[in-house]
């Protein structure tokens, strides 16, 4: 059982990425890979990771603005 529920949060959390970065790269009017690594390098990624549960019970735009706001923190450009 409990490693059903493991499995079933990794799956929640893959899916959540593979989400919010083509949305990120979208509302922000990057390519995928930018985006990327405009959130690897400012930060975004690790934040990602760490608060994804958070970030994905709030809506899609609020979730980008969050992460963008994040990298912004950390020297990303407006």
């Known amino acids: 059982m409990e490693a059903q529920k493991s499995t079933k949060k990794i799956s929640d959390k893959i899916s959540f990425i593979a989400f919010i970065i083509p949305f990120f790269a979208e509302t922000y009017k990057m390519n995928m890979q930018n985006a990327f690594f405009y959130l690897k390098k400012y930060g975004g990624w ?6 994804w549960w958070a970030l994905h019970t709030d809506s899609a735009e609020y979730a980008a603005k ?11 450009l407006r």
């Open 66 to 76: 969050d992460l963008y706001e994040y990298c912004y923190e950390n020297g990303g």
């Open 46 to 51: 690790d934040y990602l990771n760490r608060h």
